[in-house]
Structure formats: structure tokens, C-alpha cells
């Protein structure tokens, strides 16, 4: 399925707010930051990234309803979509 780039910009943006975060994290390391200021700042990038995954998902289910319709959703292919980022 591809969904128009119109209805992923937001999920790309929280994906490219990510990025920069884990690029400060990555830096903050290099700097000699605290071990304990980095981890807290890696677990902000892993909540972001893992809210990123579930918009997606929330984006192509809403795409495919509404283009496709209820009837054609393949719900065991969208279990295992959703699942992998647990």
C-alpha cells in the first residue's frame, strides 16, 4: 500500500524531529555527556520513534478504509504490522 505523501507528512515529520533528537544523543556521547543524561534523552528518541510506527499504522488503516473500503483490509496482514513494534 502507498499512502500519499500529503497524509504521511505528519508522521514523517515526527520521524525527522526523531532523527535530529538521536543526532544531539549521538553528540552528547561524543561530548562526554553524563551516561545518565543520555539515556534519558535516548528514551524520548525511542518513545518518538515507537509513536511514529503507530501513526503510520493509524495512517494506512484510515488510507485503506477509505480507498479500499472495510471488506478489503487484510486484518491478519494489519495484526502483523502493528504487533511488530511491540
Do not use: W
Request: hydrophobic share 40%.
Amino acid at each position: 500500500m502507498q499512502i500519499p505523501e500529503a497524509e504521511l507528512k505528519p508522521v514523517l515529520t515526527r520521524m525527522r524531529r526523531a532523527h535530529g533528537h538521536l543526532a544531539s544523543v549521538i553528540r552528547m556521547l561524543e561530548e562526554g555527556a553524563e551516561c545518565e543524561d543520555a539515556l534519558t534523552q535516548l528514551a524520548a528518541v525511542n518513545k518518538a520513534l515507537a509513536r511514529s510506527g503507530y501513526s503510520l499504522v493509524a495512517t494506512g488503516l484510515q488510507h485503506c478504509m477509505r480507498e479500499e473500503g472495510p471488506d478489503n483490509v487484510d486484518e491478519q496482514k494489519l495484526e502483523r504490522l502493528f504487533l511488530s513494534l511491540a
